[in-house]
């Protein structure tokens, strides 16, 4: 490591292009390399034309969301000593008033429509304990991180008299009763079975070392922090796990208030529907959720719940970069986990079921009639993975097309309508959640440093 403001030689790489064992190593290695062009117009056969609703098929809503996060040290001598900083932006959009932004007269778009969608945006920001800090008084960073999980989860996010608590949220998936295997004190681990959480009782005591034991240790975010290490993966942990908690959160206040609504509004959340780390065990009771919901829609003769996640980046995108050249305007492709196994992984054995452990819903690929490509993800159309005859059974039934209904066709004609020309990839109710959950380095890290050290500070 160079100390501070020391520039680095200009011929450190020659060690490594003199090195006979690294040409060795890299011509030892195996990787994806970019298909032929008969390679490629092989995949690109696969797809089919994509579904197109005339009209188009489009909710009355849109609510879009996004996440941001910023480690930002304390102090810039202990610049190891931080604070975690998490944000969840989410924008509701009306397609009515989205229709209205230009001005048919003029086709220009009026800028007071456009402030005015943007106030709909409504940020929600959560503060945690980081590296090297231990959260009041705690005797050290790890419980002190799990007492501040519980604060922020247990906080009321809503003015109003209408609530938003996560921790209401984690009961409500599991029938509003959560029972932790062991005590999450590392200097205990043990059996807590015994001890059961409910909505009226949300923190209890280990009895065998008297820790101070919280519901949202369920999540087991905790698990990642150290006490002297860089725990920047524990806070990415935590921004996913807020992002779906919050997404159920409102499909569980609008399911008990007015089910019929769910029909009017499309769920829009900018990456993968997949918990992952420590609370991915959660992604079941989100799929159920969601099936929930969708079946009290059909007997209300509705439609099922639109919900969808768009990744810009990874491996699924890397390889559609790569085929977009090939692929015809128009056109969808369902990712089944044969052709994700040859195609993009390129593993040597395929899994049994891609993202058995994590994810809750499918990818697609869609390339619009204008030439941009996507990659979309829907929720699984049943209640469980359970009762396909194990994970190869239900790696098989999550790609039928007939088993997604009108969603996948929905799903399109909302792309089609909101993709946008300012970025690759991209559309409008995303961009606009992005713009307001992203923390940009200047000035908002700057800020959020200044915070951290003024908050401190006053010690």
């Known amino acids: 490591m160079p100390y501070s403001r020391e520039s680095a030689g200009k011929g450190g790489h020659s060690d490594f292009v003199r090195n006979p064992d690294v040409q060795h190593f890299l011509e030892s290695c195996d990787y994806m390399k970019p298909p032929s062009d008969d390679e490629a117009k092989a995949m690109a056969s696969s797809f089919i034309s994509a579904p197109i609703g005339q009209p188009p098929r489009l909710p009355k809503f849109v609510v879009a969301s996004d996440a941001s996060k910023s480690d930002t040290p304390v102090n810039d001598k202990l610049p190891s000593t931080q604070l975690g900083f998490i944000k969840v932006s989410h924008v509701l959009i009306s397609m009515d008033k989205y229709a209205e932004l230009i001005d048919p007269r003029s086709r220009f778009v009026d800028p007071f429509k456009v402030a005015d969608m943007h106030r709909n945006a409504q940020p929600i920001t959560y503060v945690m304990p980081g590296s090297n800090i231990c959260y009041k008084g705690a005797s050290n960073v790890r419980d002190g991180f799990r007492q501040a999980v519980y604060d922020q989860l247990t906080a009321n996010r809503r003015d109003g008299s209408n609530r938003m608590v996560l921790t209401e949220t984690l009961f409500a998936l599991n029938d509003n009763r959560i029972i932790i295997e062991s005590c999450p004190s590392h200097t205990c681990d043990a059996s807590i079975k015994d001890l059961i959480f409910t909505p009226h009782n949300p923190m209890q005591h280990c009895k065998a070392c008297g820790t101070t034991v919280y519901a949202t240790d369920a999540l087991r975010l905790h698990e990642g922090i150290s006490d002297f290490g860089d725990n920047m993966s524990a806070m990415t942990r935590m921004m996913n796990a807020v992002e779906h908690l919050l997404l159920a959160s409102f499909i569980l206040e609008l399911l008990q208030a007015n089910p019929a609504t769910l029909n009017k509004i499309a769920f829009v959340m900018d990456g993968p529907l997949a918990l992952f780390g420590e609370p991915a065990k959660w992604q079941p009771r989100i799929m159920k959720l969601i099936h929930k919901a969708n079946v009290k829609l059909k007997q209300l003769g509705l439609e099922p719940l639109l919900i969808m996640g768009l990744q810009k980046t990874g491996a699924v995108m890397d390889h559609a970069h790569l085929l977009e050249r090939f692929l015809p305007n128009g056109v969808l492709k369902v990712i089944d986990d044969t052709y994700r196994h040859t195609y993009i992984t390129g593993s040597d054995k395929a899994s049994e079921d891609f993202g058995y452990e994590s994810y809750y819903g499918q990818d697609f690929l869609f390339k619009t009639e204008r030439g941009r490509i996507f990659n979309f993800a829907l929720p699984y159309p049943f209640e469980s993975k359970g009762g396909f ?71």
Not at 399 to 406: A, E, I, P, R, T
Not at 434 to 454: C, E, F, Q, T, Y
């Open 389 to 459: 005859g194990g994970r190869k059974g239900f790696s098989q039934v999550k790609v039928k097309l007939d088993k997604y209904g009108s969603l996948i066709e929905r799903a399109c004609d909302l792309i089609r309508h909101f993709e946008l020309d300012l970025y690759d990839n991209a559309i409008v109710p995303v961009a606009l959640a992005h713009r307001h959950a992203s923390i940009s380095l200047v000035p908002g890290g700057k800020v959020l440093d200044l915070i951290a050290k003024a908050g401190l500070g006053k010690k």
